[in-house]
Structures are given as C-alpha cells and as structure tokens.
C-alpha cells in the first residue's frame, strides 16, 4: 500500500465532489459526472493497481464516496432528524474517508463499525436495498417451496457474519439465480447457490466492506468486470474482497481488509 497517494488520491476526491456540489449542487447533471467519473476511475484503478498511480485513484474514489455519503448524509438525515442529522451526515463521511489509512481500514475493531453502518451510508443504499428485497422474497417464497416441494425455492441455511453485519441465505430464488452457481454478495445480504460448495463468508463480507467505502456504482462495475468482461478473481474489486479473507490463496490480493 502506498498510503501517501491513497491519501493525496483521498483528498482530491472529496473536495471535486464539494466543488461539485457547491458548483452544480445535487442533479440530473451533477449525478450523471459523478457516475461517469465513477466509472473511468474504477477502470483506471484497475490497470494500475498497486502501483503509485494506481494508489492514487484507489484513494480517489474513496474520497468521491466519501464526499458523496458526506453531502448526501447530511441531507437525508437532517430530514429526518434535523440539525443532529448534520452531524450524522459527517460522521457517515469520515467513517468513509479514514478508510484510506491501512492501520484503521484493517482493524477489525473498525470494519465491525464500516459493515454494520454501511446500511446508512447512502451510496450503499441501492445495492443493499435491492439485497434486503432479494433476502425477504428468498423468506416469503420459502413455505411456497416446502408446500409445493420445489427444491429451487427452498432456504437451505443461513448464517450471519457478525462483524460486517452481513447476513447470508443459502439456496432460494436469488441465491439459485447466479448462472456460475458460487455466492454474491449486495452490500450487507449474500446469496450462495444450492449446490455444494464453501460459503464465502469472509470473500463476501469483504464486499460488503467495499460497499460502504466505494459505493453501489462501483459495487455494480466490479461485478461487470467479474463476470462479463473476462476479469475473474483478478477485477479490482475481487482483488480488495478477497483481501478480508484471512487465509486467502489469491497472490495478487489489494491488501485493505488484512
Ligand atoms: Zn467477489
């Protein structure tokens, strides 16, 4: 890790995300840049991993995020809470922003915290909004499958990672609906398939680590470069899950979560 560019990376991505907001403010435009920017950082992040460079723009779009769960904390929250919102808000943002630092982005101490409020942070809300949707459609279908004896359907375990709040379903319609038949993760909700295999608890728990400290957009391009661009176990986003695996085999991990 070279901490320094993260940090530099860091930086200036929150603060082109407070020009943004005070230049364009929060629309249609203002959303559409930070989308694109999202996206050619991550794909600039991904050629240069680990290098200086490649430091650089991991730092970068941890600070995008942050500035985006900052900005955007604060005015949901203040909604709903008023002026303690504010603080709310903040708190949302530096808990993002301190991930740049290896020495607190790998205590476990911290990541006990980055998991479980990852469900308030709001650039996690889409992909772990439509997760909840796909885990309680799993619940519901679930006596449809015992009654009618549909294998496909059936909740076959769960389990719970307590340090990253995240609560995994083996089997059921969304677990069984991943063509490569594995585990994927939407932020604080994992799916693994019914057929006979590891569960993935720490691979996935590390993603939903990425969720709170990169945010839904980039969530959804890691899975694009996973599994429809030919990036496997070696697109960035896998490189930095699977660095939560303790006992990990992978050579090429980004070594964020240990
Ligand atoms: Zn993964």
Redesign the pocket.
Known sequence: MKIKMAFFGALAGGAGVVGLYFGLGINWISLAIVGGVTLLSYIGAHFTATTGFGEFMRGWLIGLNAGLNGSLGVIVYSLLLGPAGVAVGAALGVLNFVTVFPVISRSEVFQGFLGWLCLLQPMSYLVAGLGLFFYLANLILHPVALITRTQYLRILGMRVDWKTGTFFQRGGLFSNMNPIDTA??MGNFSFVDKAPGPW?IE??A??TLNLATFGSLFHLV?AID?NLTGGGANAF??RL??SNNPSTTQSNIIAMWT
């Open positions: 994927y993760n993935h691979h996935e590390g993603h890691g996973e986003a896998e899950a699977e």
